[in-house]
């Protein structure tokens, strides 16, 4: 996944349609945009970073991992079987990202009353008292490559967060696809990962601007 940063405008809608689409628990947000200033009054810039699950290429979530439910796909996707995890967090403290989370109880943002609509859409049994965390809408990405589909360019087959950006800053693609739309923008514009020096591979690329 691509972020060009000069286009998101921090309207957190990704954030929204992820939660949307993966029904996550009321406080829990797979997808998060962070707001951030640099420089100096009067030359001050403000950046929107979407940040989540980097899908590193080398995970350490998984080192830890005492069960084996944290996996790195053969096309680098990293996924949680919630049947093996025993919800240890040992995941949560490795990750250096923060983009790991547990619920062990159904949250309500009105204790005591009746759980409104969309906090009875989020039992999730499955997900409770175990780790979880952006999964690149993984159902979607198996959903349309069983059909004929294409990640990244078929919005049934691409992340929520992706076809939900207004300002199309969110790119989602084969990274090895050499005429692909993200090798594209990565040999055209500057760009970084978040904390390189850990080594971990992160999986999500952030566009700083086009190449002169």
């Known amino acids: 996944m691509l972020v060009d940063l000069n286009r998101c405008v921090g309207c957190q809608t990704c954030t929204a349609a992820c939660k949307q689409t993966n029904a996550t628990a009321p406080g829990v947000q797979w ?6 200033e640099s420089g100096s009054y009067p030359e001050v810039r403000r950046t929107f970073v979407p940040v989540g699950c980097m ?16 996996q790195q796909r053969d096309d680098g996707i990293v996924t949680i079987d919630y049947d093996l995890c025993i ?5 949560i403290v490795a990750c250096p990202y923060q983009a790991r989370s547990r619920v062990d109880y159904p949250n309500q943002a009105y204790p005591g009353r009746p759980r409104m609509k969309h906090e009875q859409r989020t039992e999730h049994f499955e997900r409770r008292r175990v780790a979880q965390k952006c999964t690149f809408c993984v159902d979607r990405i198996d959903y349309g490559l069983a059909n004929g589909l294409t990640p990244g360019v078929d919005p049934d087959a691409t992340p929520g967060c992706v076809n939900a950006c207004i300002a199309d800053a969110l790119v989602f693609g084969d990274l090895e696809q050499a005429d692909g739309r993200v090798a594209e923008l990565l040999a055209s514009h500057h760009h970084f990962r978040m904390h390189e020096e850990l080594d971990t591979g992160p999986g999500l690329y952030y566009l700083t601007g086009p190449r002169s």
């Open 55 to 70: 899908h590193c290429e080398d995970p350490p979530c998984a080192d830890v991992c005492p069960t084996l439910a944290t």
């Open 31 to 36: 997808r998060r945009v962070l707001d951030m």
């Open 87 to 91: 919800g240890c967090a040992y995941c």
